[in-house]
């Protein structure tokens, strides 16, 4: 019985908690339509930490073992993987010539 009752005055608490009801909000180009929450701010993207076709530097990346565990493709045709920041890139064995960023194909694992 005190389950029921608690319960039951807990019910009209969601009303009261925005009396003036739900208000509607689009996205425009000059920011929000309604309501004083700001604007949209955009984050500068920032360039990538290597470009494809860059030779990397010997030492300075890691060269990535067990690829398969982060679901890419195994190394083949002279080339392996390499981890770059936060990025994977596959890149040339003997020239550590960038070939192609490769993040996208790796699993939740990376």
Known sequence: MRAAVLILCCLPLPA???PSGAKCISVETGGLSS???GKWLSVPQ???PVEIGQILPEGRYRMMFNTGYYGLP???DGWVYYRVDDDIYRVGRD???V???VTH???RAF
Do not use: D, F, H
């Open 46 to 48: 920032a360039p990538p």
């Open 95 to 97: 020239t550590l010539e």
């Open 99 to 101: 070939l192609e960023r």
């Open 105 to 107: 194909q790796a699993n």
């Open 35 to 37: 309501g004083n929450a």
């Open 74 to 76: 195994p190394v083949a």
């Open 16 to 18: 009261l908690a925005c």
